[in-house]
């Protein structure tokens, strides 16, 4: 019997009952281990044959026990995926998806909206192993005209950091499988949830576990999820290979957080459109960069494609970045800070730079914030983001 989403993030991966007591804790236990005992030679070279058949047994702590598979099915059912392979943070996980696909020589396409650290691991190692990454706006250029024969991986993430861009995923599979290349989006703003790529015609799809589904800001985790074997082998025997390992206690944390994620995300959808009614009043607001806002031009598409939203968006003032500084400084309920999806508000001042590589920018010298809207009141954030707006300097 399948169940409706909402129902599976409390049920699944609640861990088998003890054969002996018949009765199984409410909450798995994590699963702490570095190493895994075999019952005898037999057991172990059954699971060596399954491993050579490109399977995923149980052969060492790396993989983890099951806390882990716990975790693993919970991203499976909700992506509707086959493997899941977790990695210690978001951005690990966009390490092992790029050293599983491309090899010196290789060639990959990127949309122009990503993660900004996507670009430090680009220069910093990519380059140096002779990768080479190109970017592209989704919106505005022709696919099909920028891939190469060595074009082996196109990544996107949609909504887009920063502003939030919604892509025609479906639109970019198309090309992608004409062309035989994995198409791999970052999923974190829809976070397994809300938005499901694999459905969409994505082959894989990265979820920073650390935002929404952890939902307490208390770790760091990612997770990439398909249900091509092929690939699934691939990123499995890459993370042998660089010995990418989660930690038994974060992914126990990160089962706890799916738990009310059910509770969590509406409420934050529903805080994040009050906000954004309060600003789009704003005398100095130009414009509001969140996918269910009507407003927004990738409105259509978020309709379209998701079944909800989250407390991520991004404002734009009629005025600088500078001008901005003072406003940060007077919100008191919002922690300045990075990372997003935790219980908790937040407002990222966006350094100009940051806006620069994304086609879609057009706002010129005009100042952006980033704003997480967590579990406060509404009233309260409300409040708080009307006296803070009044230092918005001359
Ligand atoms: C869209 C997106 N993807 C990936 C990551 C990386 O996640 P982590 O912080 O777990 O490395 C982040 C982190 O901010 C993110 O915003």
Redo the contacts with the bound molecule.
């Keep these: 019997m399948t169940h409706h989403i909402d129902t599976s993030l409390v049920h699944i991966g609640s861990g088998a009952f003890d054969p002996i007591t018949q009765t199984a804790a409410v909450s798995l236990p994590a699963v702490r281990t570095s190493t895994v005992r075999f019952k005898n030679l037999e057991v172990l070279e059954a699971a060596q044959t399954q491993r050579a058949q490109g399977l995923r047994p149980v052969m060492y702590g790396i993989s983890g026990l099951e806390t882990h598979r716990a975790l693993e099915e919970v991203f499976n059912t909700l992506e509707g995926g086959n493997y899941c392979m977790l990695s210690p943070?978001?951005?690990?996980s966009?390490h092992l998806l790029f050293m599983s696909t491309l090899q010196t020589g290789d060639h990959a396409l990127v949309s122009d909206g990503v993660?900004g650290?996507m670009r430090t691991f680009d220069q910093d190692l990519l380059k140096g192993l002779g990768i080479e990454v190109s970017y592209f706006s989704p919106n505005h250029d022709d696919l099909e005209s920028l891939i190469r024969p060595n074009t082996k991986l196109i990544y996107v993430?949609s909504p887009s950091?920063l502003l939030f861009e919604m892509l025609d995923l479906p639109a970019l599979s198309r090309v992608a499988k004409h062309h035989n290349i994995p198409l791999a989006i970052?999923n974190?703003?829809g976070s397994s949830h809300i938005y499901k790529p694999l459905a969409l015609g994505a082959d894989i799809s990265l979820v920073?576990g650390?935002?929404y589904i952890a939902g307490h800001s208390d770790l760091?985790?990612?997770a990439l999820i398909t249900n091509r074997d092929d690939l699934a082998t691939r990123i499995h025997r890459t993370q042998y290979a660089i010995g990418n390992s989660v930690s038994a206690d974060d992914v126990w944390l990160a089962l706890r957080g799916v738990r009310t994620m059910a509770v969590r995300m509406p409420h934050h959808a529903q805080s994040a459109l009050s906000v954004c009614a309060f600003l789009a009043t704003h005398p100095k607001v130009v414009r509001i960069y969140h996918p269910a806002w009507p407003e927004d031009p990738g409105y259509g598409l978020w309709q379209r494609d998701c079944s909800g939203s989250n407390g991520m968006l991004s404002v734009e003032f009629n005025c600088t970045a500078e001008q901005l500084k003072p406003v940060v400084n007077a919100l008191t309920l919002f922690g300045i800070g990075?990372?997003?999806g935790g219980f908790e508000s937040l407002v990222q001042w966006v350094n100009p730079s940051a806006l620069m590589p994304h086609q879609t920018w057009q706002g010129q010298d005009h100042g952006v914030l980033r704003l997480h809207i967590g579990l406060e009141s509404i009233d309260d954030l409300i409040a708080d983001l009307k006296q803070a707006l009044t230092f918005i300097s001359k």
Excluded: H, Q, V
């Design positions: 943070s978001g951005l690990a966009i993660y650290p993430e950091s970052d974190t703003w920073a650390t935002k760091l985790m990612g990075f990372s997003w």
